[in-house]
């Protein structure tokens, strides 16, 4: 765990090509194994996620991406172990999950931390709920780690939208979780703050071997951000198809007026289309 | 205004109390009458009487500056309030001089002269001290039992399905019957005539409590609790650290709520049931035709009820300070 924060102070070494990277971290690996979902809506099931199989390897940045009522979201809290799934089963490592367990941490859209409680009570929770010696020092580390530390003793509605973002990310890593979910974090943020807050959690990321499940419906960031990008299939959800981005890290912005970046894009963009029509189509009628 | 209580809290020894003691605690209880209904005269009277510093310029001079022109912009509103309360007691003076009866009748209605001269007889008697000091623990003996099992049970019953099932239905049952209706049962129920009145204060300000907590706890953001959840909050930990700091504002609102019934239970108890409280005495200055005493027993029931509520604000503002901030926030 020490090591894993260690490089922080190292962060060139880190920053190699995305294979080597995941090649490095043993942590994390997921494995989603005929996951489905249903509700019960006005007394009718309603499948809200289709059987899903799905491997993430230790360390991999991966994107959900695809429109509103996909089952992203569903997908995400499966993994995370807030939902039960109708059929199958989610395992992280060894570890099957069948309730929140502290391998997967999420950062939330927005207002996820606990207004009374100041910035660095809130990073040093999770570490005090798993009895850290000092969740404080922990706390102030992670803190430094998104640049906040000076805003430690500030409640969190005295915070800007990014800085609020930045530290529900501390506190998600303070746990040093194998695995983190984020599930449109930045949605909330204006165009601006969300592309400094990408290069950011880049960084961040680029110091822990923490595999990344990244929930978003805005392509450019999912090309950006990912390793491989998993496109959902609407009504019920399910995996379309999943993109690799051989792009090579550490990613700037000026990527994205890269050749693959377009062609991935474009590929991205015929996708969602057809997956954005059937639900405008079936609304329609 | 709060420092005046724990004295008036201790009814054992009445007779200790020395004169010097009685003046103090008349004048600052004038004092706090003066300054509910005038905000800002104790600043004002102050202000003039600390010396002028001329030799230190910088520091002291603005912030006299800013207390003069707080003063200033404060000026309206007292005028107003003074005029109000001005008129009010104009119209009651010249209401019970010329005996007025028109329905409503005013002939038997103290003038405010006499109200004077009787608070300031009272104002020396030991027994009136004891009235309120003893209505004051019957308030906290009440109202704090009340905070602790409502908010107790409200967080369980809020959280808990089955604790839910198992209590709430009794006190759905409960709850409709207003805490004086047990007045006869209360008597019978409990040793003393002291219990049953603390155990009617106790009800009346049991159930907005409860009910605001469990309000409270059913209002926590879901996002919150999956974040701790997924942080390794174990549920005594998500109980005391996410579900009560997030509830306290609902169960804040419960507490001003049970704190202004209780005072109603408690009063319509000592009326009725009494020996000793500030109810009692009001009640029974009418029974012994001191008419002046009852309007007395009113005022002080006012501002006794007034610094519990006042209370209840500075604690609640003392526990939740990032309140403050969010309201800073938003503007």
């Known amino acids: ?285 | 205004m709060l420092t005046v209580h724990p004295r008036l809290l201790e009814p054992d020894d009445p007779v200790e109390r020395t004169p010097v003691d009685r003046t103090q605690a008349d004048r600052t209880q004038a004092e706090r009458i003066a300054a509910a209904a005038l905000p800002g005269t104790a600043t004002d009277t102050t202000a003039p009487a600390s010396p002028p510093e001329p030799v230190v310029v910088a520091a002291p001079l603005p912030a006299r500056q800013g207390l003069g022109a707080r003063l200033l912009a404060a000026l309206p509103g007292m005028l107003s309030a003074a005029l109000s309360l001005g008129l009010f007691v104009a119209f009651w003076y010249f209401a019970t001089k010329y005996k007025l009866d028109f329905y409503i009748r005013f002939n038997n209605i103290p003038s405010p002269g006499e109200v004077w001269q009787n608070a300031v007889i009272l104002s020396d008697s030991v027994r009136f001290y004891e009235n309120m000091a003893i209505s004051m623990r019957r308030i906290l003996f009440g109202f704090g039992i009340a905070t602790v099992l409502g908010i107790a049970l409200g967080l369980l019953i809020g959280q808990y399905r089955p604790v839910r099932a198992l209590l709430f239905p009794v006190f759905e049952v409960l709850r409709p019957i207003p805490a004086i209706a047990w007045v006869p049962m209360a008597i019978m129920l409990w040793p003393s005539n002291e219990t049953s009145i603390v155990f009617i204060t106790f009800l009346g300000s049991f159930f907005p409590i409860l009910l605001n907590t469990i309000h409270g706890v059913n209002s926590v953001d879901p996002v919150l609790v999956r974040a701790a959840r997924c942080l390794g909050a174990s549920e005594s930990a998500l109980l005391r650290q996410v579900i009560l700091p997030a509830s306290l504002p609902h169960i804040f609102t419960g507490l001003a709520i049970g704190m202004g019934v209780a005072w109603v239970s408690l009063i319509a108890a000592e009326m009725i049931s009494g020996q000793y409280g500030i109810g009692y005495f009001t009640w029974e200055a009418y029974s012994l035709i001191e008419y002046a005493d009852i309007a007395i027993g009113m005022i002080v029931i006012g501002v006794l009820g007034l610094a519990c509520s006042g209370a209840i604000r500075l604690v609640g503002n003392a526990l939740m300070p990032w309140l403050a901030s969010q309201r800073g926030a938003e503007k």
């Open chain 1, 1 to 285: 765990m020490i090591e894993a924060l260690s490089k922080k102070e190292i962060p060139e070494a880190s920053m190699t090509q995305s294979t080597d990277r995941l090649r490095q971290s043993n942590r994390g690996a997921i494995h989603v194994d005929k996951v489905s979902v249903e509700f019960k809506r006005n007394g009718q099931a309603f499948s809200a996620l289709a059987p899903v199989d799905l491997n993430v390897e230790a360390g991999a940045f991966v994107s959900f991406l695809g429109p509103s009522g996909c089952g992203k979201t569903t997908l995400l809290n499966v993994i995370s172990g807030m939902l039960r799934p109708t059929t199958g089963s989610v395992q992280i490592d060894d570890t099957p999950v069948t309730r929140p367990i502290p391998l997967c941490n999420v950062v939330f859209q927005q207002h996820s931390l606990f207004p009374w409680m100041k910035v660095i009570d809130n990073v040093a929770f999770g570490p005090q709920q798993l009895g850290d010696g000092d969740p404080e020092g922990t706390a102030r580390t992670f803190l430094s780690l998104v640049g906040l530390d000076k805003f430690a003793t500030l409640y969190p509605a005295q915070l800007s939208g990014g800085m609020q973002q930045r530290v529900a990310i501390a506190r998600a890593l303070a746990t040093y979780p194998p695995v983190l979910l984020m599930d449109e974090p930045f949605g909330a943020l204006d165009a601006q703050t969300r592309t400094i807050m990408q290069e950011e959690l880049l960084k961040i990321w680029a110091n822990f071997s923490t595999t990344v499940i990244f929930v978003t419906h805005d392509i450019d960031e999912a090309i950006y951000l990912s390793d491989r990008i998993v496109v959902m299939r609407t009504a019920p959800g399910s995996v379309k198809e999943v993109i690799d981005v051989p792009i090579p890290r550490p990613r700037t912005p000026k990527i994205m007026q890269s050749e693959v970046f377009s062609r991935i894009r474009l590929r991205v963009i015929d996708l969602i289309r057809e997956e954005t029509l059937k639900i405008f189509n079936s609304t329609e009628r």
